[in-house]
């Protein structure tokens, strides 16, 4: 009788212990499964709603600050972070004094500036300063553009594309400085034009910390 509790005791154990260790080796491949996923170069998201592009009926106003005037009744987003300057998501620029309180720039001031590309390189399609690639990236007319800038898009960055709601967020994004910017992770590619809203490849040095295959 106690060699049949014995053995009975021991095959609980052995059982329990084959199962820790199923347990653990369906972890660990799933893991490393994940990792694989993470690394291949055939990445499948997609976004779950089409992108809201701007329209010139929509969105084009006139240039004259004196012609322009404050809807009372519309709430803008804008950049935020900028010191000095901001842009919302009309595709105005002004001075961060000249946000009014729904968010929006003051398009009656005569500094407003309304889809500019000043700073901006127009066969790089790279500006110096930030505000001035998001202005320039809004225009109705960049669609194309950025159309085959997104085609461009690969590696780990198709996540952050993905998510992107409207025009304004794809170009908040886009001009924001990232890898692409910069090569061997600390020094700017050019350091006066560094915020892109075209098309854009990724420096050699930083392909493989994006996933893309060399």
């Given at each position: 009788m106690k060699i049949t509790r014995l053995l009975k005791r021991r095959l609980v154990y052995v059982v329990f212990a084959l199962l820790?260790?199923?347990?653990?080796?369906?972890?660990?491949?799933?893991?490393?499964?994940?990792?694989?996923?993470?690394?291949?170069?055939?990445?499948?998201?997609?976004?779950?709603?089409?992108?809201?592009?701007?329209?010139?009926?929509?969105?084009?106003l006139t240039d004259e600050p004196s012609n322009r005037t404050n809807p009372p009744d519309i709430i803008c987003r804008n950049s935020l972070q900028g010191k000095e300057l901001l842009v919302d998501d009309r595709g105005f620029v002004c001075n961060r004094e000249h946000i009014l309180q729904n968010g929006c720039c003051n398009v009656e001031s005569p500094e407003t500036l309304y889809y500019t590309c000043q700073s901006c390189n127009n066969s790089s399609h790279c500006c110096r300063i930030y505000e001035y690639c998001v202005s320039c990236?809004?225009?109705?007319?960049?669609?194309?553009?950025?159309?085959?800038?997104?085609?461009?898009?690969?590696?780990?960055?198709?996540?952050?594309?993905a998510q992107v709601v409207d025009q304004f967020e794809l170009c908040l994004v886009k001009c924001r400085t990232n890898s692409h910017s910069v090569e061997h992770e600390n020094r700017y590619r050019n350091g006066k034009v560094q915020y892109c809203y075209g098309p854009t490849e990724a420096h050699e040095s930083q392909k493989e910390v994006l996933g893309i295959s060399i």
């Open positions: 820790i260790f199923i347990y653990l080796l369906e972890k660990l491949f799933n893991q490393k499964h994940h990792l694989h996923l993470l690394k291949s170069k055939d990445y499948t998201i997609q976004r779950t709603k089409p992108l809201i592009w701007r329209t010139l009926q929509e969105h084009l990236c809004l225009h109705p007319e960049k669609r194309a553009l950025l159309e085959l800038a997104l085609q461009a898009i690969n590696g780990r960055q198709l996540t952050v594309f």
